[in-house]
């Protein structure tokens, strides 16, 4: 009888826990009026029900996630990787004596216009991207993610009680959590440098295999200037980067990458910019499954958030294009905590 008494006991936890997973509240930072997470929430117990016309297996259920600006801080004052190319160039004694002139006009670019407000060069994104490559060229691929992890550990600029490390947008991150727990597999898809990625996203349980971004060419430690397909690696040489630019993974290059790393179309896509667009259209131009939805992340919280006056008009074009929008002012009860403050920009 103790048996069967314990046994029942057993599947009547199993069950009450199951239960409570299925019900469980992943939108405790979203305001109760949300469309776009109503809707989110309608699309993903739609596609997960077997039996609907619209179901999607599991190995298809594929989110792809912009990231700065999506769900990581993106104005403080710029973007993180801007700010690191900045402090390597500009700031960092191992390093500011040693930068290639271009290099230091870009960190200057950088520079001119956080502090003065200076307009960025024309195609700046590609003139930060070879000067990026060039800046960290010969660091092992360890030393550059200590390397970002440590410039990550900075109070950021702009806020109180928060690191870079830490500039989540927290409402964003239950979204992760809510796709995870109904068996989709979430990728970030970013035009930052794919191992800045990696080392910003790796708290937040993110894989490093679910991580694409802007690239440069490695080599091994001892390959010189002999191809790869001519030279073999022994196990005792390690990969460093090189000044190689790769791709800019913005824009169309975010679909090609898409298609070359994942290998499926995505059903659910989220960004922040125009930069994201060609991945939403790709999305919800899927051939496979007519059912997919693309969000987009309308920074207008100008009380606690540093953002682009433009922005906040973005949102009537972006429905027009057939994507949803999550407002940071009407949707977020918080972006990065109670415990974070907007403040004052603060230049040494």
């Not at 919280?301 to 929008?325: C, I, L, M, S």
């Amino acid at each position: 009888m103790k048996k069967i008494i314990s046994l029942l006991l057993i599947l009547f936890s199993i069950i009450t826990l199951a239960s409570c997973g299925s019900n469980k509240n992943y939108f405790t930072l979203w305001n109760e009026n949300s469309e776009s997470i109503k809707y989110l929430k309608e699309y993903v117990e739609d596609v997960t029900k077997k039996g609907s016309d619209n179901f999607i297996p599991v190995e298809d259920r594929i989110a792809t996630f912009d990231m700065d600006g999506t769900f990581i801080g993106e104005l403080y004052p710029t973007y993180f990787e801007y700010n690191l190319l900045e402090y390597r160039v500009l700031e960092d004694p191992s390093y500011k004596d040693k930068a290639p002139d271009d290099v230091k006009e870009t960190a200057q670019n950088i520079r001119d216009f956080v502090r003065k407000g200076v307009k960025l060069p024309d195609h700046f994104d590609m003139k930060h991207a070879y000067a990026a490559a060039k800046a960290y060229s010969g660091m092992t691929l360890k030393e550059f993610d200590e390397y970002v992890k440590e410039y990550a550990k900075k109070p950021v600029n702009g806020f109180t009680g928060m690191t870079y490390a830490e500039s989540f947008y927290k409402p964003m991150l239950e979204i992760f959590d809510y796709l995870k727990a109904n068996d989709f597999t979430c990728y970030v898809v970013s035009g930052s440098d794919r191992f800045i990625c990696r080392a910003l996203t790796e708290s937040i349980g993110i894989p490093s295999n679910r991580v694409i971004g802007m690239d440069v060419v490695l080599k091994t430690s001892n390959q010189g200037t002999n191809e790869g397909v001519e030279y073999t690696m022994a196990s005792s040489e390690y990969l460093i980067r090189t000044e190689e630019l790769i791709i800019k993974n913005i824009k169309t290059n975010k679909v090609k990458q898409i298609a070359q790393e994942i290998g499926k179309v995505p059903v659910l896509s989220f960004g922040n910019s125009s930069g994201d667009c060609a991945m939403h259209n790709y999305c919800l131009g899927n051939k496979i499954h007519k059912k997919t939805a693309a969000f987009m992340v309308l920074a207008d919280n100008f009380d606690d958030d540093h953002t682009d006056n433009d922005r906040a008009h973005w949102d009537t074009k972006w429905k027009e294009n057939g994507y949803h929008v999550f407002s940071m002012k009407k949707d977020f009860k918080t972006i990065y905590g109670t415990n974070v403050k907007k403040a004052d920009f603060i230049f040494n």
